[in-house]
């Protein structure tokens, strides 16, 4: 794995990501609380990842088309440059107290119209920089990396804004005690969002050196046929191999039921039953994203399932995931949030990178772009419905909210894990 490091561009892609992954950890902790605290409403917070959501999801497939027709690269370049230049604007309309709901609403649109061409170019640049047999360990790399960004930057973030370590406790502790707001916070919200800006110059600088090879087959002939029969033969592709659909499903129910939870439901969960909500809510992301750390490297070293055992098992993991989601209602200690969440970031990071190596190395190259965005529709794509749906759910009841997803994602990852056609890894299709 650490050979890699030894191929210059690869070294600075990473070094890139490196910055960019802490950045975007940063944002997923302050930007959620910016709403919660602005209005002190789930359902809002969870709206204003539906803005951001809604244009990345319609202009992924147009994006991974994009990415086929041009280079990763430069998609990226241009992405990284815009998202720097909102989250800038959006610190300092913060510290000068010019920020409302809706300037946050335009800026989360704004920034999802950038991420459709970011996240299909992220995800298919690695072919371009290593080798197909170095592909699991690149992968192993980036994810490892990934959520190294995931424990560091929510700390970093809980840190920027409370700007302080303090204890822990209960509101049900306090007699008197007074709950964070906007404006007590709203100083440290700026400055995290003005590190995130300043994360997303030093990737675009790292961009600007690095060196990718042309993939073997050119998209030259592709260019004559339209952008729409383009990604009509990368859907076909993904759905002629079962597995490859089957996986496709996971990763929409998994974003559906247990993201949002991650997004929305999570801080409520932290502002409702702890004094520093930022604060734990940084430490259970955190714990995740150890956890995935650690999977990441694990999967550097040990080898993927049989790839007519590696969807099932796949989904297997996703059912402990939906587990997490009422067992912290249950008992809400917030080591306890930790614990789990550190347990299922092990799975998700560990089938993450095999499911996506073996993806990279099924797919036709000439296809990457496209068969990746339409991998990020299935994931990403949904999220915003998802926040939007659950954050009015939220506001109902969280505790209800959280169990109902929880079982749900249970049921259904079991279905899916123990459906015969989650094994069938060739085309059915003459």
Known sequence: MFSLFKKRNFSLFWLG???SVIGDQISLIVFPWLILQ????AALTGLVFAVQGIPRAALMLAGGALVDRTSPRLVMLASNGLRMILVVYLAYMISQDTADIT???LMAFAFGVADAFFYPASISILPSLVSRDE???????LQTTLHLGMTVGPMLA?????????????HSELDNGVVSNYELDREGLARAFLVDGATFALSFLSLLFVRVRSLEESSANVVKTSMYAEIKIAIRWVSSIPAVRLGFVGMAVIHFFFMPMVFV????????????GAYVYGLVTAAFGLGAFIGAIGSAYLAAPDDKKLIPYMFWSYVFSGSTLALIIFYDAYWWAMVLFFISGVFEAFFY???TTWLQKITPEKLLGRVMSVLMLMSLGLVPIADAIMGFAIDFSLDITMVACGALLMVLCGLLAVHPKSRVVSSTKV
């Open 17 to 19: 990501e490196t910055i």
């Open 38 to 41: 602005m209005t002190n409403s």
């Open 103 to 105: 300037s946050v609403f």
């Open 135 to 141: 592909l699991q360990a690149g992968n192993a790399v």
């Open 158 to 170: 809980a840190l920027i804004i409370a700007g302080e370590v303090s204890s822990i406790s209960h």
């Open 265 to 276: 439901g999570i801080p409520v969960w932290a502002k409702e039953r702890f004094l520093e």
């Open 353 to 355: 990178v095999h499911f």
